[in-house]
């Protein structure tokens, strides 16, 4: 057994890299959230992480990765997938999350600030694609293409575009204003674009199962 009361105890919870990194992203939000971009720089960061600049350029090469970084990590949930449930309400779900985190939270006016900065400052725009865009676009890029597999969708699909015809509406209505980001937009984003991918080619053996000549002989819907 283990003196958990002597100098040489074991340290539970997570490593310290992991604990400072935590508390960076931690206290790049916080600054984020209630000063703006201004407010997140390498020095503020540091002071109230109380960890070096040293540390933060070792895990960051700029404060705008480290600020998107930990704007990401507030919207992680949004892109949350659920095994079980289908492609329709998997990406019915990321795009209602989105939706409701940009309508309802600080981190919409962030966002548009944030691209709004991005055309000016590279670092920015650089990290929006790193830490924000990529990522996200992954995910949804993987759904697609694991339902391509499947033969759900129809493999000419061009996944990239798809993904953005998908995504795209969000953040136009954002920027833009000229539409509310309402509770219904994530379902016809949704509907309206599997309706156009939906796969009309019979199902091959290795989708249906079935041995040759046995299988029904319909396509998939």
């Known amino acids: 057994m283990v ?31 209630t000063g703006g971009i201004d407010a997140v720089t390498m020095e503020a960061i540091a002071a109230r992480a109380k960890v070096s600049k040293g540390t933060l350029y070792k895990w960051w090469p700029s404060r705008a990765h480290v600020m998107l970084e930990s704007f990401f990590s507030l919207a992680k949930s949004t892109i949350a997938v659920d095994e079980d449930a289908s492609l329709q309400d998997v990406l019915t779900f990321q795009l209602a999350s989105l939706s409701d985190l940009f309508r309802d939270t600080a981190a919409g006016p962030l966002m548009g600030d944030l691209v709004a900065a991005g055309q000016a400052d590279p670092e920015i725009r650089a990290a929006l694609d790193d830490e924000w865009l990529r990522p996200r676009r992954q995910v949804g890029a993987r759904l697609l293409r694991e339902a391509v597999e499947r033969g759900e969708l129809d493999p000419r699909i061009d996944v990239a575009a798809a993904v953005d ?14 539409e509310p980001l309402d509770e219904a937009l994530a379902a016809t984003l949704v509907r309206q674009l599997l309706d156009g991918v939906r796969s009309s080619r019979p199902p091959t053996t290795a989708e249906t199962g079935t041995e040759t000549g046995t299988g029904t002989g319909t396509g998939t819907a």
């Open 165 to 178: 015809q998908l995504f795209a509406p969000v953040y136009h209505r954002l920027l833009m204003g000229h």
């Open 3 to 33: 003196d958990n009361e002597g100098p040489g105890r074991a340290v539970r919870g997570r490593p310290r890299s992991e604990r400072a990194r935590a508390a960076v992203l931690d206290a790049a939000s916080d600054l984020l959230v």
